[in-house]
């Protein structure tokens, strides 16, 4: 079994849909990241937490929210999903200093 | 201005040689240092991690660091037609969270 799951593994939906993306890990680290990436461009973080009651914005977290539900758990939510939204979204985590894991993201189509 | 930067590419180099990839970093980043590599569609993978100014070598990669003049590197020799790949540069902040550049892309022709 992968270390960290994201699901599901591809989505395709409708502007104004409420959407939830999913990201388990089995690594038992404490910090949990959500980045999206679009073509030709490098990740852009758009929350993380250090812990279960730590949650921060990343660099564009705007029209995104999050849940920190467990220490192995941790969801990206779309309110109202836009066009502009469509990306690729991989969940990472980390401990300390250390490498970030990543899940094997999510293909996200907004139509 | 960026918290890490990479040189613009696409980089191509003949199977064999060695390509070189470059990283500069803002005075927000100062800790650990991390070079992945992503294939088109898929995840990033860690290649190193480099923690210490100097070199850190790993079978055909070695990492550079260089604090004084804020700048990381990786080479990779005898370069196979399998590292085809884009390379992304990350860098620890003092806040914790990593930052990454936008990567190089590189292209080994056999």
């Known amino acids: 079994d992968a270390d960290v799951t994201q699901t599901p593994r591809n989505r395709i939906t409708k502007t104004g849909k409420r959407i939830m993306l999913e990201c388990s890990q089995t690594k038992g680290h404490d910090r949990m990241y959500w980045y999206r990436q679009d073509p030709g461009l490098g990740l852009r973080l758009i929350y993380y937490?250090?812990?279960?009651?730590?949650?921060n914005k990343g660099e564009i977290s705007d029209g995104y929210s999050v849940s920190r539900q467990a220490q192995a758990k941790f969801s990206l939510s779309l309110e109202s999903a836009i066009p502009n939204q469509t990306a690729l979204y991989f969940c990472?985590?980390?401990?300390?200093?250390?490498?970030?894991?990543f899940g094997d993201g999510t293909r996200l189509s907004i139509l | 201005q960026k918290e890490v930067e990479q040189n613009s590419g696409p980089l191509s180099v003949p199977e064999g040689a060695i390509a070189s990839l470059n990283c500069t970093y803002s005075d927000r980043v100062s800790q650990s240092f991390f070079w992945y590599r992503q294939y088109s569609g898929k995840s990033p993978e860690l290649i190193m991690s480099?923690?210490?100014?100097g070199d850190k070598e790993d079978g055909r990669f070695t990492a550079q660091l260089n604090k004084a003049s804020q700048y990381v590197s990786l080479l990779i020799r005898d370069s196979q037609p399998s590292d085809s790949a884009t390379y992304l540069c990350?860098?620890?902040?003092?806040?914790?969270?990593?930052?990454f550049g936008d990567g190089t892309t590189l292209t080994v022709k056999p």
């Open positions: 990472a985590t980390g401990q300390g200093n250390q490498p970030q894991h």
């Open positions: 937490s250090f812990d279960v009651k730590d949650i």
């Open positions: 990350a860098g620890e902040t003092n806040a914790g969270k990593s930052t």
């Open positions: 480099i923690y210490s100014n």
